[in-house]
């Protein structure tokens, strides 16, 4: 991906030099492999730090509510629908940004990557355009990208950025939405889907990670922190407690959600919680057409009222 990594450290080294902007967050090589850093630049010469490949997962949008300077941002397809979401809710402004749009092929899982490894220590690892060449002290494998991508990333509709000032490469082929994993959860009886979301939430340790990646998640207190009243219980051991924290944590997301995936990636136990995130994106789009972040004249799907809305809830069958 040496030439859209090029056209990034051009573009934010042209944006720096014209002080246009006062800061590029892009991506940088993180100290091991297969691991990409966020990272802040703010002199031209600085640029060639700028990297691009699979491994640039973190959703930048986090970096960007409430900032006063002018900002360069390089984004992906879920960075940008995240950017236009808080554009919405008056988080971001959008004339202190300026947008370097990269179209994404997907972002690699690295847990998947470990797997094909068995194990072993990968101690080089290098992106082509569709592959990934892996070094350890004993072996080198090489992995077809497709095989090894995040589900966010497989299952994603808008790899091209949805808003930008500047695009440096060509749009990639966009894929079509594909709920067939939530359509099975929804098959299950009641019990079936209380017991797996309990299997899955036992493994939960309430660090909150998959509440700080989200950048719709910004509230200045959770209400997981509140001690009066006191909503959920410290410990994590408490299923019905963590599931309590989630299904709050999602319903504020409802309508709101871009299925970036940044929770789940984030997730140090490996819990499956885009089921719960793309069930609401599911419902969102079937009840009221909505999808988030995709165009700004779209206002929020729960921040309108019409009288044909469908009320299911309201109904007694």
């Given at each position: 991906?040496?030439?859209?990594?090029?056209?990034?450290?051009?573009?934010?080294?042209?944006?720096?030099?014209?002080?246009?902007?006062?800061?590029?967050?892009?991506?940088?090589?993180?100290?091991?492999?297969?691991?990409?850093?966020?990272?802040?630049?703010?002199?031209?010469?600085?640029?060639?730090?700028?990297?691009?490949?699979?491994?640039?997962?973190?959703?930048?949008?986090?970096?960007?509510?409430?900032?006063?300077?002018?900002?360069?941002?390089?984004?992906?397809?879920?960075?940008?629908?995240?950017?236009?979401?808080?554009?919405?809710?008056?988080?971001?402004?959008?004339?202190?940004?300026?947008?370097?749009?990269?179209?994404?092929?997907?972002?690699?899982?690295?847990?998947?990557?470990?797997?094909?490894?068995?194990?072993?220590?990968?101690?080089?690892?290098?992106?082509?355009?569709?592959?990934?060449?892996?070094?350890?002290?004993?072996?080198?494998?090489?992995?077809?990208?497709?095989?090894?991508?995040?589900?966010?990333?497989?299952?994603?509709?808008?790899?091209?950025?949805?808003?930008?000032?500047?695009?440096?490469?060509?749009?990639?082929?966009?894929?079509?939405e594909d709920f067939a994993d939530i359509e099975a959860f929804e098959a299950k009886s009641t019990a079936e889907r209380r017991a797996y979301l309990s299997q899955e939430l036992s493994k939960c340790i309430r660090c909150y990670a998959c509440r700080n990646a989200c950048p719709m998640c910004y509230c200045e207190q959770c209400f997981v922190d509140c001690s009066t009243p006191e909503w959920v219980g410290k410990s994590a051991s408490d299923i019905q407690d963590n599931m309590l924290f989630q299904a709050v944590r999602v319903f504020h997301g409802a309508g709101r959600c871009t299925d970036?995936?940044?929770?789940?990636?984030?997730?140090?136990?490996?819990?499956?919680?885009?089921?719960?995130?793309?069930?609401?994106?599911?419902?969102?789009?079937?009840?009221?057409?909505?999808?988030?972040?995709?165009?700004?004249?779209?206002?929020?799907?729960?921040?309108?009222?019409?009288?044909?809305?469908?009320?299911?809830?309201?109904?007694?069958?």
């Amino acid at each position: 991906m040496s030439g859209i990594e090029n056209a990034v450290q051009d573009a934010a080294k042209k944006l720096l030099a014209e002080n246009k902007v006062d800061v590029v967050i892009g991506f940088a090589q993180g100290s091991q492999p297969l691991r990409s850093t966020p990272a802040f630049i703010r002199k031209p010469e600085e640029a060639e730090k700028l990297t691009w490949n699979c491994t640039c997962e973190n959703n930048l949008a986090n970096y960007l509510r409430k900032k006063e300077q002018k900002i360069g941002v390089v984004v992906k397809g879920c960075d940008s629908r995240s950017i236009l979401a808080l554009m919405k809710e008056n988080q971001i402004n959008r004339d202190n940004l300026y947008i370097i749009g990269v179209p994404c092929s997907g972002m690699i899982d690295r847990k998947q990557v470990a797997d094909l490894c068995e194990g072993k220590e990968i101690i080089a690892a290098e992106c082509t355009d569709d592959a990934l060449v892996l070094k350890g002290h004993d072996f080198e494998k090489t992995v077809n990208i497709v095989d090894v991508l995040h589900r966010s990333c497989a299952a994603c509709t808008h790899k091209n950025p949805v808003i930008y000032d500047e695009m440096v490469a060509e749009a990639v082929t966009e894929q079509k939405e594909d709920f067939a994993d939530i359509e099975a959860f929804e098959a299950k009886s009641t019990a079936e889907r209380r017991a797996y979301l309990s299997q899955e939430l036992s493994k939960c340790i309430r660090c909150y990670a998959c509440r700080n990646a989200c950048p719709m998640c910004y509230c200045e207190q959770c209400f997981v922190d509140c001690s009066t009243p006191e909503w959920v219980g410290k410990s994590a051991s408490d299923i019905q407690d963590n599931m309590l924290f989630q299904a709050v944590r999602v319903f504020h997301g409802a309508g709101r959600c871009t299925d970036c995936g940044a929770c789940e990636r984030a997730c140090p136990m490996g819990i499956d919680l885009r089921i719960l995130t793309r069930k609401l994106v599911k419902d969102a789009k079937e009840l009221f057409d909505a999808e988030a972040g995709v165009k700004m004249e779209d206002k929020p799907a729960l921040s309108t009222f019409e009288s044909d809305d469908p009320q299911p809830f309201l109904v007694k069958e």
